[in-house]
């Protein structure tokens, strides 16, 4: 991705759409998924999820022209990103450690948030 | 974008037979077209194969095949490679293999492919191919981690030394610590070298992987405490939310995650899919046409290196809000 733009160049992530045929696969380098609704749709989905996991490490996600990743901390220091795999490196850099999906306090917050 | 060239892997500990195959693959006429990339030209006896020196790093082979050093760089040793294919200075290969050393992590060389965008470009991960002492792989198996290392990311583990100790022993250890990977024994006269680097059927792979279930119940963590596990949806698969979940799982844990393929039943997906990664280089997802077996619920299969089972269950509970189950 371009540093300065964050648009141009981005290659596809593997986590960018389901893989099929009717949904045009990205390839290891071609252009980036196209801006479709429903990648859109998808785009905000990856968002929401992204805040539930981020909020009990005190950090948040937001789209950024359907190209990339924002990603802050509470005191507004901020990195963009072009995917959620960059988006984890970003996040350990603004903690100081990385946010681990096996981190008990983190299961039980989202445990809780499932009960009704 | 014309097809990329797969680069094969080919690892083994120091005296596993890795160069013994190598030299045998070189002298197999359907792999005359292979870019071969190795640590020293001298340590494989080229001498009869050898048709001219290209320059002090690169030979040219009867064969066809290119033999060239890798100093300290892989990724620009490849590059200079690609580009010198495309000036029509070497044969015009179709595929690459690379010789890693004897006790080298295998995953940065995939990791350098995966990620540096003219690699991946040009190049595509194709088979790793590990070879196995079957006289020392047990004291490897308990003195070097390295080991459960290069047997985890195998799609072909190839058996050595047969002729000197049993291989009998050796299944349940490799089976322990990769439950899909093919083995084959270096002295099985029906092993045809070329097929080691051939292409995966993606369906039987895939099958291979996530079935029998009985195969690929948590067997029991052996001495360096690697495991393989599977975990079976009752549901379907959020596919944005399994990107978030695996991507944050494998940035946080990816060394002690050695390998996880899955396939899965997605969420409004008419089609299964099919996910293989190597610690934090995951493969592009692949769909398959159809179910490879009767079993439509997803599967996830790990192996893991000092990691909790029900950890890392209780956390794919917690993200997807579903109750995977063993099989």
Same mark, same amino acid.
């Given at each position: 991705?371009?540093?300065?733009?964050? #648009?141009?160049g981005?290659?596809?992530?593997w986590?960018?759409?389901?893989?099929?045929?009717?949904?045009?696969?990205p390839?290891?380098?071609?252009?980036?998924?196209?801006?479709?609704p429903?990648?859109?749709?998808?785009?905000?989905?990856?968002?929401?999820?992204?805040?539930?996991?981020?909020?009990?490490?005190?950090?948040?996600?937001?789209?950024?022209?359907?190209?990339?990743?924002?990603?802050?901390?509470?005191?507004?220091?901020s990195? #963009?990103?072009?995917?959620?795999?960059?988006?984890?490196?970003?996040?350990?850099?603004?903690?100081?450690k990385?946010?681990?999906?096996?981190?008990?306090?983190?299961?039980?917050?989202l445990?809780?948030?499932?009960?009704? | 974008?014309?097809?990329?060239?797969?680069?094969?892997?080919? @690892?083994? *500990?120091?005296?596993?037979? %890795?160069?013994?195959? !190598?030299?045998?693959?070189?002298?197999?006429?359907?792999?005359? /077209?292979?870019?071969?990339?190795?640590?020293? $030209?001298?340590e494989?006896?080229?001498?009869?194969?050898?048709?001219r020196?290209?320059d002090?790093e690169?030979?040219? $082979?009867r064969?066809?095949?290119?033999?060239c050093?890798v100093? /300290?760089?892989?990724?620009?040793?490849l590059?200079?490679?690609?580009?010198?294919?495309?000036?029509?200075?070497?044969?015009a290969? &179709?595929?690459?293999?690379?010789?890693? &050393?004897?006790l080298?992590?295998?995953?940065?060389i995939?990791?350098?492919?995966?990620?540096?965008?003219?690699?991946?470009?040009?190049?595509?991960? +194709?088979?790793?191919?590990?070879?196995?002492?079957?006289?020392?792989?047990?004291l490897?198996?308990?003195?070097?981690?390295?080991?459960?290392?290069?047997?985890?990311?195998?799609?072909?583990?190839?058996?050595?030394k047969? /002729?000197?100790?049993?291989?009998?022993?050796i299944f349940?250890?490799l089976?322990?610590?990769?439950?899909?990977?093919?083995v084959?024994?270096?002295m099985?006269?029906?092993? /045809?070298?070329?097929?080691?680097?051939?292409?995966?059927?993606?369906?039987?792979?895939?099958?291979?992987?996530?079935?029998?279930? @009985?195969?690929?119940?948590?067997a029991?963590?052996?001495?360096?405490g690697?495991?393989? *596990?599977?975990?079976v949806?009752?549901?379907?698969?959020?596919?944005?939310t399994?990107?978030?979940?695996?991507?944050?799982?494998?940035?946080?844990?990816?060394?002690?995650?050695?390998?996880? %393929?899955g396939?899965?039943?997605?969420? +409004?997906?008419?089609?299964?899919?099919?996910?293989?990664?190597?610690?934090?280089?995951?493969?592009?997802?692949?769909?398959?046409?159809e179910?490879?077996?009767?079993?439509?619920?997803?599967?996830?299969? *790990?192996?893991?290196?000092?990691?909790s089972?029900? $950890?890392?269950e209780?956390?794919?509970?917690?993200? !997807?809000?579903?109750?995977p189950?063993?099989a």
């Amino acid at each position: 991705m371009c540093g300065l733009c964050g #648009i141009v160049g981005n290659a596809p992530h593997w986590t960018d759409g389901v893989p099929g045929p009717s949904v045009s696969a990205p390839s290891a380098s071609g252009p980036a998924a196209p801006d479709t609704p429903s990648r859109r749709r998808e785009r905000q989905e990856r968002v929401r999820g992204l805040n539930r996991v981020l909020a009990p490490f005190g950090l948040t996600a937001s789209d950024w022209q359907a190209h990339a990743y924002i990603i802050a901390t509470r005191t507004g220091r901020s990195e #963009i990103v072009d995917n959620v795999a960059h988006l984890w490196q970003a996040a350990a850099r603004l903690r100081g450690k990385p946010c681990d999906p096996l981190d008990p306090v983190l299961i039980a917050r989202l445990e809780g948030d499932a009960r009704p | 974008m014309s097809e990329r060239v797969p680069l094969h892997l080919l @690892s083994g *500990f120091l005296g596993s037979g %890795k160069t013994t195959l !190598l030299r045998r693959m070189l002298d197999t006429p359907a792999l005359g /077209d292979s870019a071969v990339l190795v640590n020293e $030209l001298g340590e494989i006896g080229l001498d009869h194969h050898l048709l001219r020196h290209i320059d002090g790093e690169t030979v040219l $082979l009867r064969s066809g095949c290119i033999c060239c050093t890798v100093r /300290d760089d892989l990724g620009a040793a490849l590059k200079d490679l690609l580009n010198r294919r495309a000036r029509g200075e070497v044969p015009a290969f &179709t595929r690459i293999i690379v010789e890693s &050393t004897g006790l080298a992590d295998p995953v940065p060389i995939l990791s350098t492919v995966a990620a540096d965008p003219t690699l991946r470009h040009h190049l595509r991960i +194709g088979r790793v191919v590990t070879t196995v002492d079957a006289v020392n792989a047990g004291l490897q198996n308990r003195q070097q981690p390295e080991f459960a290392k290069q047997v985890a990311v195998a799609d072909r583990l190839v058996l050595t030394k047969t /002729d000197i100790a049993s291989a009998e022993p050796i299944f349940p250890v490799l089976r322990a610590i990769n439950p899909g990977a093919s083995v084959h024994l270096v002295m099985d006269p029906s092993l /045809d070298v070329a097929d080691l680097l051939a292409e995966a059927d993606t369906r039987a792979e895939a099958l291979a992987w996530t079935t029998p279930p @009985s195969r690929l119940r948590s067997a029991p963590a052996h001495e360096a405490g690697v495991h393989s *596990f599977c975990m079976v949806f009752d549901r379907p698969v959020d596919w944005v939310t399994l990107g978030i979940w695996l991507t944050m799982l494998l940035h946080a844990n990816g060394a002690s995650i050695l390998r996880v %393929k899955g396939l899965l039943d997605v969420a +409004g997906a008419e089609h299964p899919v099919f996910i293989n990664g190597v610690q934090h280089v995951m493969h592009q997802p692949l769909h398959l046409d159809e179910w490879p077996d009767g079993d439509r619920r997803s599967r996830l299969v *790990f192996i893991v290196r000092d990691l909790s089972r029900e $950890l890392i269950e209780r956390s794919a509970r917690a993200f !997807l809000g579903h109750v995977p189950e063993y099989a």
